[in-house]
């Protein structure tokens, strides 16, 4: 692989997006965790609520911090590495991403300081419609930057004038054809991945022992709620897979690495594809479960890759992995959430060590999914940033050179591998410190984000627990 | 293709009026992360970091909409002039970045507050630096080919921006100072009055200087200001510039607490006035005007729509959460 203007600036995009959608992937989430919180508090009155929202509002504070300024440089990047791209399709994908503005980012903005800062500044009410709009401005993002990658996937709605897109009807660009069912499928993978770090820490905190009832409840109603997720979103999956066939057909063979169009294609459980050779060494494969997989029909007909001139084959390898990683933690995943539902019947939930542990361990996991996920969907779109229409090596900045790119690829790898791990190490300092323990005389936090940095009290350090 | 409205004019106002805003929003932040650093001990520091923690982010996103609209309105524009300053983008990304979780990160990583706490800082200052920059290359124009950048990433390196960089040094350092009095009393107060004093100076003589350079580097923009009968229509612009200075500088120097901030502002739209009336109808100087970058009518009535409709509301939202902050930094506002 030569290094060019055009790998290295895709280099830095899948860089610079990769890092930033670990954040979304769980901000979108526990936005929706706080406000539910909220107004659960609200409702109830009871003070766990408002103990276990204000833990988990310390460690959105901070992912959410980080996703908007790594979000700032996702925009620019059209511009800076991709100009032609964006002089050619400008006149479609700016409106979605200006709405996403308009819809999202200020709602986000505006009502993130006072859900941060405004506890005792504005009434109960006004505070939980705070991390209400915070949250559905969430949702709003999600829903414009989805529908704006779907119409690059299956592009509708358009037409073409001297090279440059233009919209035909609004309704078919943002309803491309794809878009419902990623929406779905990433929104869902966004609140799974979220319910799964919920509950892993709320076994943490149960092991522990210290905050045992705030765990409690975080692992309760994040059970209830996976347990409806994570077999939606394998049917959504399923749903979104047949959608891609359809209109990704090249896509679908490199994620399945069919190289020759058939019927009654067998599931390949794994195997070291070649792109040179047009085959597939070390298969393991079922006969024809590719085939009801994939269409729904024994005998169902998939499409090879040697339909496809080479020039418009995606690489194999990457999406014929990914995919089975994401899958992979989707099986995981259902067991984990099979195994919870049973010992909630046999009421020891909470006091079955192993599960807890294994409950812990998979706190991650939705965040490799989301990864490999992502990865399956844009490696198998190339070499195309408007599907079949405008080639990733045309959609590149002209002016760059090489090195230009390569200078600003080491910032952003630097400055990302410095900001991450801090940003992590600082959310498990809060997760080991717990919920604070209502005490009887609550010290006043002086002058809030002032001389803090340690807000916890001693009780929740007594348990030993210093690492 | 038949025109029947014309959206540019309403397109360029509103454009203009985002990256105002931004401008004075992030401006006064990343001018009170500047002074953060000159801050005496850890207690002005966190009164300080306290006057902005709950409306950066919403400062900041008018970055965002700033960048979205001129991809949105100006297509073209946005095309040509971000590939040409792609690295001042890059340093401004970068150190946005670096400033943005310091705001989280000083606070909980007791072990790294220094660190953190100098990350707020220099990243504040090479942010604004490299703004700087990226308008001092705007006002000086592209190198264009057909629809492309044709220059070099490195062409943005001229005296010219590097005086704009420093200018925006001492204007946001200024807008910041103006912030800190509004918000904060005693010794912090005290700092930002002579603080902005300082920086009151380095603007004005940078607006002298850009006022000199600006027309002497070309001949439409010397003919604009000082041709008959424009050199007396546009008078009041440098009259009114004399004015606000003066009156800012009693502000500084005096008691009065809101003064200061407002005419800080006042010189930034004087100086964004006398920028817009330089360059108008040019949006990629010398080669684009604003009409022939504009995306087509059908995009722009289509955002045009959901921006009057949502604007408003954006905008009164935003003024209830800095109305809910308002009045000086109190002592108990913070984490629950």
Known sequence: MELDPVILSRLQFAWVIGWHILLPAFTVGIASFIAVLEGLRLATGRDVYLRISTFWIKIFAIAFGMGVVTGIVMPFQFGTNWSNFSDAVANVLSPLFAYEGLTAFFLEAAFLGVLLFGRKLVPPWAHFVSALMVAIGTLFSSFWILAAN???????????????FFAKDWFEVIFSPSFPYRLMHVVVGFFATAGFVVLGVGAYLVRRRSSAEEG????????WLLTVLVPLQMIIGDQHGLNTRLYQPAKLAAIEARWDTERRVPLTLFAIPSEKTESNHFAIEVPWLGSLILTHHLDGEVKGLKEFPADQRPPVAVPFFAFRIMVGCGVLMLGLVLLGGWLRWRGRLYDTPLFLRLAQVAAPLG???VIAGWCVTEVGRQPWTVYGLLRTAQSVSPSLTTYDVAISLAGYMLVYLLIYPSGLMLMLRVVRKGPEQPVEDPPKVKAGRLHVPVLARAPSLAEGEIR | MTQVLDFVPL???LLGLAVFLYVMLDGFDLGVGMLFGLAPDAASRNTMMSTIAPVWDGNETWLVFGGLGLLAAFPLAFAIIIPAVYFPILVMLLALVFRG????????????KTFWDHAFCYGSGVATFAQGMVLGTFIQGFRVSGRHFAGNSFDFLSPFALLTGVALLFGYGLLGAGWLILKTEGSVQAAARRQGRICLIGVLLAIVIVSIWTPSMSESIAARWFGWPN???LAPVPLATVAVAWLTWRGFAGEAEAVPFIGAIGLF??????????LFPMIVPPHFT????????RTQAFVLVGTLALLPVVLMYTGWSYWVFRGKVRGDIGYE
């Open chain 1, 150 to 164: 779907s119409w690059m996937q299956t592009p509708s709605g358009y037409e073409i004038v001297n090279g440059q």
């Open chain 1, 216 to 223: 409690r409840a975080m692992m309760s109603i994040t059970l």
């Open chain 1, 367 to 369: 965040f490799v999914a």
């Open chain 2, 11 to 13: 397109w360029t106002f």
């Open chain 2, 101 to 112: 979780v310091a705001f989280e990160f000083r606070l909980r990583d007791a072990k790294n």
């Open chain 2, 231 to 233: 050199i007396v229509l």
């Open chain 2, 269 to 278: 739209v004087l100086s964004y006035l006398g920028i817009a009336i330089s």
């Open chain 2, 290 to 297: 604003l009409w022939q970058a504009a995306s087509s009518d």
